[in-house]
């Protein structure tokens, strides 16, 4: 495909793969790209120093529950996706393929030792509050908020008369469970050392004054969902050492 290759007609204005490439680094999607591109090269070079390989029958099989998955079992389905992206079967399957590297790399280089370990040290900081919050327009109706709750108030009642934050307000302010570090510094310092059912504030933020209530606290458990979200911080951190540790050279 030519540079200048006429994407699509739109009231008689030629969109070409030039506007294309225009757009997406000046939107900042080009770059995310690049890095992408260089994470699987980085990837491809580590495959032989780590022995994994890819037979041409799990790659058949991955991609056959990829194309199930997508409803694309029939050869005119996954012909006519391809045209509508743009795309050959053959493109579709080096990305297919890709995956499965993926898949097998982290694999390879997050055990369930390597998870087990991260967990242990970072429990604390997986700790999760369930929240409510009101937030008010002045410090003095905040404090009032305070009283009201101190003196027996239902909080979500409170929240829905008081509160001029539209999203939680008719929720009764429930914001939802937090960790660490999602909430500013002098909020999270407060709220992860509060017992259940505190009331906490006011607290200046974005302009307004917020009064938290918490409504639980769980601790940690290493369950599917959060050995997922370890293995992928751990895989994260692999490839950040692996990219760091390769050669780049700009093009002559």
């Known amino acids: 495909m030519e540079m200048q ?3 699509i007609i ?3 204005k030629q969109i070409t793969v030039t506007d294309v490439l225009v757009y997406l680094k000046a939107t900042g999607v080009f770059r995310d790209a690049v890095c992408r591109l260089v994470e699987l090269e980085v990837i491809r070079n580590k495959l032989p120093e780590l022995r994994i390989e890819i037979t041409e029958a799990e790659l058949y099989e991955f991609a056959a529950q990829k194309r199930r998955f997508a409803r694309l079992e029939r050869a005119e389905e996954m012909n ?8 050959t079967l053959a493109h579709w399957l080096v990305v297919t393929r890709d995956e499965l590297m993926l898949q097998k790399l982290r694999a390879k ?9 991260y967990f242990a040290q970072n429990r604390a900081m997986m700790k999760t509050v369930a929240l409510s919050r009101i937030v008010c327009r002045d410090d003095a109706t905040a404090k009032n908020v305070i009283r009201r709750a101190a003196a027996g108030e239902s909080f979500s009642e409170l929240a ?15 914001l939802g469970a937090v960790r660490r570090r999602m909430l500013p510094t002098a909020v999270d310092d407060k709220v992860f050392a509060a017992r259940a059912n505190d009331v906490l504030g006011p607290f200046w933020e974005n302009g307004y004054w917020s009064v938290y209530k ?6 940690a458990e290493l369950g599917s969902s959060l050995k ?3 293995a992928d911080r751990l895989f994260k951190a692999w490839l950040q050492r ?3 540790a390769s050669r780049f050279a700009r093009p002559k």
């Open 214 to 219: 918490i409504e639980a606290i769980r601790e």
């Open 5 to 7: 290759d006429t994407l």
């Open 10 to 12: 739109v009231d008689g």
């Open 160 to 174: 829905r008369r008081c509160s001029v934050e539209e999203n939680t307000r008719h929720c009764g302010g429930y």
């Open 228 to 230: 997922q979200e370890i």
């Open 109 to 117: 280089v997050v055990a369930e030792s390597d998870i087990a370990g």
């Open 242 to 244: 692996a990219i760091a």
């Open 80 to 87: 006519e996706y391809c045209r509508n992206n743009g795309i």
